[in-house]
């Protein structure tokens, strides 16, 4: 059931095209996990993000690389 409510929405239409999607614009990674504790369920879901200070670290080596 957590694998089915991150598969897709309206307008990216598989489980595929919405983690290319989240990864491509936002660096980002969805996930989803069922835990048992005693008789209850429960639904955890989990992005991840890129910090945007490595990625400007990154942008500023590869910028001087690029000059040499």
Do not use: P, W
Not at 36 to 61: Q, T, Y
Request: charged share 25%; with cysteine.
């Amino acid at each position: 059931m957590s694998r089915m409510m991150i598969k897709q929405t309206d307008r990216l239409t598989s489980n595929a095209v919405l983690l290319e999607y989240l990864a491509e614009h936002y660096g980002a990674h969805l996930t989803s996990n069922v835990v048992k504790k005693g008789s209850d369920h429960i639904v955890k879901f989990s992005i991840e993000f890129v910090n945007d200070k490595f990625i400007m670290e990154d942008m500023i080596c590869l910028v001087i690389l690029q000059r040499c």
